[in-house]
């Protein structure tokens, strides 16, 4: 029986292994950690959770929370692995990526199936199934294989990581547990109860409230802080989805108050008021002694973040486990090369899964791969393309990246790439709930033909 051969041990690249090996075909996983690592990776493990360890929400009513609905019921291998690693996070699914990526690895390795061969790929493979997931990090060898492959010229964005903070090292006489509108005193509640209901809260996220004083103190040395200086070609395009904090306070002094800092919902302790802004904290790992700045993704040399997030009161004496990184992520321009189940146009035997598609983040990638694993299994078992609906998110991102578009950049689980509803609603929330029914009804519907 013929086998298929599948570059990159990422998110996109085990899931498409799984999706393979699940229908009884061989399949050769190359991984070129630990022989070589990308400049982002620093573990041995497959499925190595990089830039965040937020998976998103959960509810319906977003679209990645709808995403990874649908691939629980179609049976993805990588989303119940996170919902059984998973930390307190809210409403998002967020997971302790240490313990993910172990798993993630067990779970590939014992497959009778899989055979992992840790070694870099400076080739594609001729004559055979090709998944290659080699994602937004792929070496300079392999990406110049690629463009020849493809025929197009590739195109850049760059990513940025959020710092991690120690527990221990935050000031909790400032910061206080609680999430967005949880903490809002009651019409009867006295003030004393209400101070203490929250300082005994545990919730979700570390909130660290800020003054109109101490938000344009820490602004002001944000937007003049050093930054890692960048190469010519870095320069020409930031994604919009993973803005680095100093660029985006660039934008106007309020920017950051209408995004990642915004003060909705919460009450500063120690005014009893709305604070002029608030950092968030989610826990990182499962033992909770990690925390992720939310938003907080940079270019920052590693001694001005310390300098400029220890203004954020709370953090005066943070101890920063890991610094924020900015570095490169390439793309395809998928919609000139691929069709919607991930398979080039031109060579029905090569796919591709993952970042590298152009589709933007963890449950994204995942996405791909498994259809890209469930198409190169079909052709091997000699049955149809699996094509997803474009009324599921699965399907509206498969048909995202392959239809044709001048302006074309990664793009997000969202609603708008979905075919609009018959009647029109106005209410987000109850479209949304609409459009998810839609979706799942279709799900249960072809997911016996999975």
Known sequence: MKEVIVIGGGLAGTEAALQVAKRGIKVKLYEMKPVKFSDAHTNEDLAEVVCSNSFKSNLLTNACGLLKEELRILGSELIPV???????????????????????????????????????????????IV???????TSEVLSERIKELTGSDKLFFYDAAAPIIDKDSINMDIAFYGDRYSQERGKEEPEEEWRERIKSEEGSYINLPMNK??????????????????????????????????????RGMDTLRFGPLKPVGFTDLRTARRPYAVVQLRQDNSEGNLYNIVGFQTNLKFGEQKRVFSLIPGL?????VKYGVMHRNTYINSTMVLDNTYNMNEDENIFFAGQI?????????????????????????????????????????????????????PMNANFGILPKLDENIRDKKVKYQKMA?????????IKENV
């Open 213 to 250: 004083e101490e938000y344009e103190k820490f602004w002001e040395e944000l937007v003049n802080a050093e930054v890692v200086e960048l190469h010519e070609f870095e320069k020409r395009e930031i994604f919009e989805g993973c803005m680095p904090l100093e660029i985006m306070a660039k």
């Open 131 to 137: 998944i290659i997931a080699t994602g937004p990090l």
């Open 82 to 128: 996170a919902d059984s690693t998973s930390v307190p996070a809210g409403q998002a699914l967020a997971v302790d990526r240490e313990t993910f990526s172990r798993k993630v690895t067990e779970l590939v390795e014992k497959n009778e199936n899989i055979e992992v061969i840790r070694e870099e790929v400076t080739e594609i493979p001729q004559d055979s």
């Open 316 to 320: 005066e004496n943070a101890n920063f």
């Open 437 to 445: 029914d839609r979706s799942l009804e279709i799900i249960k519907i």
């Open 357 to 409: 598609t152009g589709v933007e983040g963890y449950v994204e990638s995942i996405a791909s791969g498994f259809i890209a694993g469930i198409n190169a299994a079909n052709k091997i078992l000699g049955k149809d393309k699996f094509v997803m609906p474009k009324e599921t998110v699965n399907g509206a991102l498969a048909d995202y990246i392959s239809t044709e578009n001048d302006k074309f950049q």
